[in-house]
């Protein structure tokens, strides 16, 4: 190219580009400070959301939404649904007889139990009974589960494609197997904004889990921007040292040196800004405001030393214990109590591919009275007519056993095929169960949910139109739910 010609084209380029974003930029504060001091924020959204959202996209939410903020519990691994929420009593009859190939149907497995010469049938161990209301089926691993079934929706039937843990983890987050694509959390933060300015609008957490085997590897690409500009990626809260990676100013470093330190720095990227327009400048900016607010709110958050006893009781002896699933629980209600938008809590370890009589009962252990004591908090408090609460995992385990077999143990493979997730709180209706498997528990026989269809369900309930909440990348409007087409579960919806 002729470089007179590529010195113009250029030049023209970042003068366009610098007085645009200088509008922009200055348009954006002019917005975000109008906002905060309540003009036209009431026009602007429809009734119902309530004021203080800063950020977010212009004509969002689409409608009036029924929650805003969500709980996202997800037990990373394959719960065992025959075990927990999905009772087969005929499968005592079946005991150690072979997976009828009408019912297999010649579908996908592992190459951990593809090769077995036989696939015998594993009845669950563990009793079931009826409770509640609604006389929802829930297994003695769940007992305090079983005291909030009048609470929840339960989805029977959900589904992925994914067969492995790491494409299928990815999928339920991202809405793709494939790593690289923006996270639900990071969705709803770019849609609807952050409600408040001191903490971010996404938080994780990973809890400990009792599970002696080796768990499945959590990647920061679960609650990655992706191609979303980066300030809409989770903040991962950590259990031990400062609860954010440098929150702490480093020795010798007090607040008035760390402000004029980033009121330095931020000078220096808003002329880099105005020489390039880069979106992630602006992104780096607010990251660092962020930082700088956090230093004082982070340690407020995690410092539950005024909680009175009968709510520590009602999470259960392990909310003493940093890390645990319980301490992850009362941190999001607390989170949610200071409407941070989206909190998903990732608890791991069951994979449970043998041993299930050793496992499972610790896993379940670890979350059942906090699930429990999550969801009777945030109702005593008034907080669950408008907050989402969703539990469950990325797919499900066989009927058939992997492994040796008996009477009181087994092992299970992953399912795809159908699994359970449950819904509580703001938009569902309570005691309600949707969908029915076959007595195998391996296929869906009515009502199957996919990933996307349950991803559009969350967004719905938060206001969204999931088809209308895209992002420009690579050329295409993505989106959560993909291309084909999904919709939300409108039966469970109240």
Known sequence: MDPIREHIDVSTRRHFFGRVGGLSLGSAALVDMLAKAGVGAD??????????????????????????????????????????????????????????????????LTTMTSGQSRFPIAPSKYKFAQHGKSGMWVSELLPHTAKIVDEIALIKTTWTEAINHDPAVTYICTGNQLPGRASLGSWLSYGLGAMNENLPAFVVMTASWSSKTDAQALYNRLWSAGFLPSKYQGVALRSTGDPVLFLSNPSGVDKSVRRRTLDAINRLNHKEYESFADPETQARIAQYEMAFRMQMSVPELADISNEPKHILDLYGPDVHRPGSFARCALLARRLAERDVRFVQIFHRGWDQHGNMAGDLPGQCKDVDQATHALVTDLKQRGMLDDTL??????????????????????????????????????????????????????????????????????????????????????????????????????????
Request: hydrophobic share 35%.
């Open 43 to 108: 026009a602007a959204k429809p009734a119902g959301l309530g004021g203080g959202s800063t950020g977010g996209l212009p004509g969002l939410p689409h409608f009036a939404p029924k929650a805003k903020r969500a709980i996202y519990l997800h037990m990373n691994g394959g719960p065992s649904q025959m075990d927990l929420l999905d009772y087969k009593p005929k499968m005592a009859d079946w005991y150690d007889k072979d997976l009828p190939e009408s019912i297999r149907q010649g579908q996908r």
């Open 389 to 494: 609460v969703v539990w469950g995992g990325e797919f499900g385990r066989t009927v058939y056993c992997q492994g040796a077999l008996s009477r009181d143990n087994y092992g299970r493979d992953h399912h795809p095929k159908c699994f359970p997730v449950w819904f509580a709180g703001g938009g569902v209706k309570k005691g309600v169960v949707h969908g029915e498997t076959d007595e195998f528990s391996y296929n869906v026989v009515k009502d199957p949910v996919h990933i996307h269809d349950l991803n559009a369900t969350i967004l719905h309930v938060m206001g969204i139109d999931h088809k209308r909440l895209t992002y420009k990348f690579q050329g295409l409007d993505m989106r959560l739910t993909g291309v084909e087409e999904q919709h939300p579960v409108k039966a469970i919806l109240a």
